[in-house]
């Protein structure tokens, strides 16, 4: 095993490699439940299903294959980059893409008073399409050309948008920040909580996440700076049994509906994208808006997971020194492939786009540095088919303070950037910043080329090798004008 996975090479060993493994699923083991909440709209008991009553038995069906589905690209995923690349690198359902797949394909269907599944069937044609194309730019090595093409000023300040935007993801999970609709985000409101709240049981419900948040973090940095391995996941566990104390509750588990979900899954979602008029559906104004706007879907997909998943190798291989001489990722080629694989293999399955999940950073923060990261991350998603309320009895407050110590971690990228020179320091800015204020990693890459090509091409500073940047400022331009996501 040391010897295929090159664990000693690399300087890890086993046992940090499955600290790692088990490290990465806590932080991205929410997908599990949250991925079909958002593909579905929650359900046959969701806002949807709410919204409209009519759909709540299709959008329950859909909920289901869509679990399942989940699950098994994770799986998917994952192995391919723990057997074809050997990184330490998970894959699973894009957040964000998932919530537009909803928006555009589910919800779009149930509002228009159509079939939710053959909307949502004719979205996993899209979203196969658009797999097909990131595998065909992957495999002839235009992918990578992209990637490396990109300025040095982008290189660097993409870690650390990064590490900004899982930290905002922590704060958020374990509602730490809140919204606020005068100053957008607030601090938790313990004041309004304790004084407002029926019972102490509800304000301690309330209160719990935050303070199990921060405690957790702080457990998690003061090991950190006594060098104790494994302090990330000490500090979810720790975390863990913090919250279910507090709660003075037990994790609870229900098996009940595993069996069915299996039946619909098998139903709607496996080889959905090649059942009745999927294909038709994908190409029609009455699901998708016509040929050119299914054209367009087609290219935001496209560019959304491509510098999803750019950004995350960029800012993940940083994090765990694993970048070559030119300040590219490690096996970046092989990675690509890997994550075209699992776009085409989710589409198949039955779900919206697999792309490099960026709580791989946590894993990576605790010593992953080969495939060994991954396959164990990969047998976890698969203990989760037959046993998902295990995954579930984490709360998203314990693994928040992983996501927020990771933050800190990558933020260090952005002291690489010249700031003296405006040319570099106002793309990279920009970069650094809209990828937590859009919430997208694609957004930041995509605002921070757009500044960059304005800024070089006014100053004459404009050359030969600025021509791929100014391409992707183009698509991106295009893709802000016709599709919000």
């Known amino acids: 095993m040391d010897k295929f996975f090159k664990i000693s090479e690399r300087g890890s060993t086993i046992k940090t490699e499955i600290m790692a493994g088990l490290t990465t699923f806590f932080a991205m083991a929410y997908i599990v439940l949250v991925n079909p909440n958002q593909v579905a709209g929650e359900g046959s008991n969701g806002w949807l299903a709410g919204a409209v009553p009519d759909m709540a038995g299709e959008l329950g069906t859909v909920w289901n294959a869509v679990f399942i589905a989940s699950i098994l690209v994770a799986i998917v995923g994952t192995l391919l980059m723990a057997f ?174 595993i069996g069915q979900s299996f039946k619909d899954f098998g139903s709607v979602g496996f080889l959905g994208v090649f059942q009745g008029q999927a294909w038709k559906d994908a190409f029609s104004a009455e699901y998708i808006g016509g040929v050119f706007s ?50 085409v293999s989710g589409a198949i399955l039955g779900t919206s786009t697999c792309t490099t999940f960026v709580e791989s950073a946590s894993g990576i923060a605790a010593g992953g540095r080969t495939g060994l990261t991954s396959l164990v991350t990969a047998i976890c998603f698969a203990v989760c088919l037959f046993l998902s309320p295990v995954a579930n009895i984490i709360p998203s407050c314990a693994t928040a303070p992983a996501l927020i110590f990771v933050g800190v971690l990558m933020a260090k990228n952005f002291a690489k950037v010249d700031m003296e020179d405006m040319r570099s320091a106002v793309p990279a800015f920009v970069t650094f910043l809209m990828m937590p204020l859009t919430y997208s990693i694609s957004n930041g890459i995509g605002l921070g080329a757009i500044t960059y090509v304005l800024i070089t091409l006014f100053t004459g500073k404009y050359k030969k090798q600025d021509i791929v940047v100014t391409i992707i400022a183009l698509l991106f331009i295009v893709k802000f004008v016709s599709v919000t996501m």
């Open 294 to 343: 299914a054209i367009m879907l087609v290219v935001s997909f496209c560019l959304v997971d491509m510098f999803d998943t750019i950004g995350t190798l960029y800012g993940a291989a940083s994090q765990a020194n694993m970048l070559d001489e030119k300040g590219d990722p490690m096996k970046l080629d092989e990675c690509m492939i890997c994550d075209s694989i699992g776009t």
């Open 84 to 257: 074809l690349a050997d990184m330490p690198f998970a894959q699973a359902c894009g957040m964000g893409l998932n919530s537009f797949f909803c928006t555009i394909f589910v919800a779009g269907a149930a509002f228009a008073g159509v079939s939710v599944i053959r909307g949502y069937q004719a979205g996993l044609v899209i979203v196969l399409i658009s797999g097909l194309v990131f595998l065909i730019l992957s495999v002839t090595g235009l992918r990578k050309y992209i990637a490396v093409a990109m300025p040095e000023c982008l290189k660097k300040s993409i870690p650390a948008g990064i590490g900004l935007f899982i930290a905002l993801i922590g704060l958020k999970n374990a509602t730490l920040i809140q919204d606020n609709p005068y100053t957008f985000v607030q601090f938790f409101d313990f004041h309004g909580v304790i004084t407002s709240a029926g019972s102490t049981k509800e304000a301690i419900a309330q209160i719990a996440p935050p303070i199990v948040a921060f405690v957790g973090f702080i457990i998690i940095a003061i090991l950190a700076k006594l060098n104790v391995k494994g302090n990330i996941i000490i500090g979810i566990l720790a975390s863990t049994v913090l919250y279910y104390v507090m709660m003075l509750q037990a994790p609870n588990f229900d098996f009940s509906s």
